[in-house]
C-alpha cells in the first residue's frame, strides 16, 4: 500500500501573509542600524539640550520644605493635576481609583472594538478622519471647559455683570442695623423685635452702628435696598453642582438612609460596616460625574453617527480618543495654571506662591 506524498505547494497558509509580494532590501526598514541608529542620535541630542538648559536656566524652586506648614494650594505632581481636578468635582473614590481605571481599560479595548486590519498601521487613515479628530478634540476640550466653569459659578458672576451692567459686578458691603432696619422699613416689612432693641439702643452690647446680627439679614433684601442685581434666591441650588446638595433643602431622612450590613465585612474578619447614605451627597458626588462621563460620549457617538461625521468604527474611536486627549489636556492646564488659593479657578504660578 502507497500514500500519495503530499503536494508542495509555495501557496502561503496563513491568510495574514497570503498574496503579499516579497519587497526588496531597499523597501526595508530594519530596527538595527535604521531605526535604533537614528534613536541613539536622538537621545544624545535631547540629552545635550536638557543640559544646556539645565546650565541656563534656573529651576523654579521655593523654600525648603517644612513639614509643619502646608502649602497653599498644595498641587500633585503635573501628571496628576488632571486626577486632582477631578477630584474637586466628584467622590474622591471615583475620581482616584474608578475613573483611571475605566480610562486605562476602555483605551486598551480599542483594538478589540476596531478589529479592522484596512489602514493598519497609518494615521488618521479614514476619509473623515480628520473631520472626527477636529470634533472630538473640540467637543472635549470647550464641553469640560464649560462644565469646570459651571462648577466655578462663573455662570453667576456673567449673569451678575449684564444684570448690572458692569465688568466687575460687587455686592454692597453688610449694613449697619440702623441702615437695614431702614431697609426693612422702606420696603414696608416688619422690623424683628430683636433688630429694633439694637436700634433704638435697648440692647447692652450692640449700638445701631454695628453691623446687624446674621440671624436678622437677608442679603437678598439689602441687595434690591442698594440696587444690585444678584442672582435670585430661588436658583440657589443653580450656582454649582454642590448647590443641589445645600441649596436645596432635603428632607433630614434623605441625609442618612441605612442600608444594613450590605457589605459583609465580617466575613473576612472585619468589623461589621453600618453603611449610610445620604441621597443628595450621592446625586452630586457619583450619579451626575459618572451619568456626564458616560452619558456625554454617548451622546457625541449618537450625534456624529446620525450627521454622518463618523462612518465606521474606527471614526468612532478617533473621535472618541481625541475627545480624551483633549480632556486630559484641559484638565492638566486648568490644574496647572488656574487653581490658586485654596484650590479657587484663578490665574495661578509658582510665583505667586513664594
Known sequence: MTTAAPENTSEPISKAVRGRKSRAREEELLVWPDLVFIEFICAVLFTVLILILAVLVDSVLLDRANPAITPNPSKAPWYFLNLQELLLHMHPALAGVIVPTVALIALGAIPYFDASNEGQGEWLSTPRAWLNLWVGAFVGFFGTLLLILYDASKHVVLFEMIANG????????????????????ARGD????????????????????????????????????????AWPDSLEFLTTLRGIQTGIPWPEWTKSVPLGNLLRTDLFGFPRIELNIDISALIVEQIIPVTAMIGLPVLLAVVASKTGIAQSKRDHMIMQFSGFIAVYVILTIIGTYFRGVGLELEPYTIFSHG
Open 190 to 229: 416688619a422690623i424683628p423685635a430683636g433688630l429694633q432693641e439694637i436700634v433704638n439702643g435697648s440692647n447692652p452690647v450692640l449700638s445701631a452702628t454695628d453691623t446687624v446680627p446674621s440671624e436678622f439679614y437677608s442679603q437678598g433684601i439689602w441687595n434690591g435696598a442698594s440696587g444690585y442685581t
Open 166 to 185: 458692569t465688568l466687575s459686578p460687587q455686592a454692597p458691603p453688610t449694613p449697619s442695623a440702623e441702615q437695614y432696619a431702614a431697609a426693612l422699613q
